[in-house]
């Protein structure tokens, strides 16, 4: 079989993640290969962060290694194929065992299954014990530490948006496929080019979204551990067009009224529904039974309940998106522009998911991500300072010069845990230039220039493409390109003077070894990995989404 750099990636990544019989689950976003793993302890996090393709990893409820917008997509397939290969081979009871680790013993009954999701307070090394020991030992308590610290964040609110963001992330491929072509389909009309061609165009472009609710709804299922083909069904109803012939309240309802949000709550019923039947009905009518009711039940009072109040609540989330950007445009643009960025590092952001989907489900386009958008200007502006100002640490200049193609064109993950995180103070002068960049876009908002995009998950330069607004394409593009300057030009200024670079990681700066280090020296290099106490961060919203 030959080997590509792709295949290389994954045959690299797995035995540093315990090996095949680890892994439990695989998944990948836009950036990040996404892992379950039976036993976290037998991941080799130092080594994997050392692989030329390994970008950053986080580990959050699943263990992410970030590829970066691409090249996840190509390795995760290798990952899966070589997955797959080794646990066939593998006899099926084997466990994975590190090199040089110990043999993990078999929790008694009342310690309980050991699982790695239970912090275990390590007891004080024995006076005289083996190096070994101690080393193991002290392995232990840091993997109950990292799980303690796991817990903690696995609040509800989290724990709810995390859910969220995997119905709505497998979506957002054929979100900016069709969304791109949505964009060249305006152009040709504006331009008055092809115009036997511009009805097919957008035959294409609208398809997706004229049922995504469907996708919805199948997503929703799964995530919340119902059938998903139920989700999809229960979902459909409100994309099909005879509902055109039901009224609700004294009105007639409309095909697609409630859009995504009531898709969502459509299946989320339907799961919950699902799973009331099954504690009732006999298995021998099981298969019969359970869709059945599962169907009417959720489609009659999607009809006429949720479609009604759905409704309400996605023209409420335009109204008020078009209000404020219009109205208080530079205030709400400083505000998103400038706390984005915190919003993805809490993994708050991925509460807009929805919001951007009813937007352009809506309108043809949110208003909201290239304010958004801005936060990653900042991120790269704040990087150059850094580069300008710490002229001899060649190893952080390293990592911006190699972070920065990426930066610009939206994927934050390298320059945030490989730069302004770590520094600390270049954090903040980025979110400084963000919330400049999005008070430049909230200005023009005001003045009747609104813009937008037809898709999310890009961010940077490559949302040019997906650009729409009042005036056109090519206002909407000027509008951007200047908000992005001012992003660039704020967060540069801010950190060059504010960044406080009298001390970089904790030792002042004329006391660094590798700023005069006689020629012909090693230097040792500055530690630019972020800690475990870093709060976890989605890529899917610093592309930044």
Same mark, same amino acid.
């Given at each position: 079989m030959r080997t590509t750099p792709h295949s290389a990636t994954a045959a690299a990544i797995l035995p540093l993640v315990g090996g095949a019989a680890n892994v439990t689950s695989v998944a990948h976003c836009m950036t990040r290969l996404r892992l379950g793993l039976a036993d976290r302890s037998l991941v080799?996090? @130092?080594?994997?962060?050392?692989?030329?393709? #390994?970008?950053?990893?986080?580990?959050?409820?699943?263990?992410?290694? #970030?590829?970066?917008?691409?090249?996840?997509?190509?390795?995760?397939? *290798?990952?899966?194929?070589?997955?797959?290969?080794?646990?066939? *081979?593998?006899? =099926?009871?084997?466990?994975?065992?590190?090199?040089?680790?110990?043999?993990?013993?078999?929790?008694?009954?009342? @310690?309980?299954p050991a699982t790695s999701e239970?912090?275990?307070?390590?007891?004080?090394?024995?006076?005289?014990?083996?190096?070994?020991?101690?080393? =193991?030992?002290?392995?232990?308590?840091?993997?109950?530490?990292?799980?303690a610290q796991r817990q903690r964040h696995a609040t509800p609110v989290r724990l709810l948006l995390r859910r969220i963001a995997n119905i709505f992330v497998p979506l957002i491929p054929a979100l900016i496929g069709c969304g791109v072509i949505a964009g060249v389909n305006g152009l040709l009309l504006n331009l008055g080019w092809l115009p036997s061609l511009t009805p097919a165009l957008a035959a294409v472009a609208s398809g997706f979204m004229a049922l995504i609710a469907v996708f919805v709804g199948h997503h929703t299922a799964k995530e919340f551990g119902g059938t998903p083909i139920l989700g999809g069904a229960v979902a459909a109803v409100i994309v099909y067009a005879g509902v055109a012939k039901v009224t609700v309240f004294g009105t007639t309802l409309s095909p697609g009224q409630g859009g995504v949000l009531g898709a969502l709550a459509a299946a989320l019923l339907g799961t919950y529904v699902e799973k009331w039947c099954r504690t009732w009905v006999p298995d021998t009518l099981d298969v019969l039974v359970t869709p059945t009711l599962t169907v009417l039940l959720t489609g009659l009072v999607t009809l006429y309940g949720l479609m009604y109040a759905a409704g309400a609540a996605t023209s409420a989330i335009?109204?008020?998106a078009t209000w404020l950007l219009s109205t208080t445009g530079v205030f709400a643009g400083l505000i998103?522009?400038?706390?984005?960025?915190?919003? #993805?590092?809490?993994?708050?952001?991925?509460?807009?998911?929805?919001?951007?989907t009813t937007l352009i489900e809506q309108q043809g386009y949110?208003?909201?991500?290239?304010?958004?958008?801005?936060?990653?200007?900042?991120?790269?502006?704040? =990087?150059l300072a850094v580069y300008v100002r710490l002229r001899h640490d060649h190893s952080l200049r390293t990592t911006i010069r190699?972070?920065?193609?990426?930066?610009?064109?939206?994927?934050?993950?390298?320059?945030?845990?490989?730069?302004?995180?770590?520094?600390g103070r270049p954090f903040l002068t980025a979110c400084a230039g963000g919330a400049a960049g999005g008070a430049f876009v909230g200005l023009f908002s005001m003045l009747g220039d609104r813009i937008g995009s037809t898709a999310i998950g890009p961010s940077g330069w490559a949302l040019f493409p997906l650009l729409a607004g009042s005036g056109g394409l090519l206002p909407s593009a000027a509008i951007y390109?200047?908000?992005?300057?001012?992003?660039?030009?704020?967060? $540069?200024?801010?950190?060059?003077? $504010?960044?406080?670079?009298?001390? #970089?990681?904790?030792?002042?700066?004329? @006391?660094?070894?590798?700023?005069?280090?006689?020629?012909?020296?090693?230097?040792?290099a500055m530690t630019t990995t972020p800690t475990d106490t870093a709060a976890p961060h989605d890529p899917e919203g610093n592309r930044t989404l």
């Open positions: 080799d996090e @130092e080594s994997l962060r050392a692989l030329p393709a #390994v970008l950053g990893v986080v580990d959050d409820d699943t263990y992410q290694i #970030v590829l970066g917008p691409g090249t996840v997509a190509k390795v995760t397939p *290798e990952f899966e194929k070589l997955l797959a290969s080794e646990t066939t *081979e593998a006899p =099926a009871n084997a466990l994975p065992v590190t090199a040089g680790a110990p043999t993990p013993a078999a929790p008694t009954a009342a @310690e309980g239970t912090p275990v307070a390590a007891e004080p090394p024995a006076r005289g014990s083996a190096p070994g020991t101690e080393a =193991a030992r002290l392995a232990a308590r840091g993997a109950a530490l990292k799980a335009g109204t008020a998103l522009g400038g706390l984005f960025l915190p919003l #993805v590092m809490l993994g708050l952001h991925q509460a807009l998911i929805p919001l951007h949110t208003v909201l991500l290239p304010v958004l958008a801005m936060a990653g200007a900042g991120q790269v502006g704040a =990087a190699s972070a920065l193609p990426a930066g610009l064109l939206g994927v934050g993950e390298p320059l945030i845990y490989g730069v302004s995180l770590p520094l390109a200047g908000g992005l300057l001012t992003g660039y030009a704020v967060g $540069f200024g801010a950190t060059y003077f $504010f960044g406080s670079f009298g001390v #970089v990681g904790g030792v002042c700066e004329a @006391e660094r070894t590798d700023i005069a280090a006689p020629t012909g020296t090693a230097a040792p």
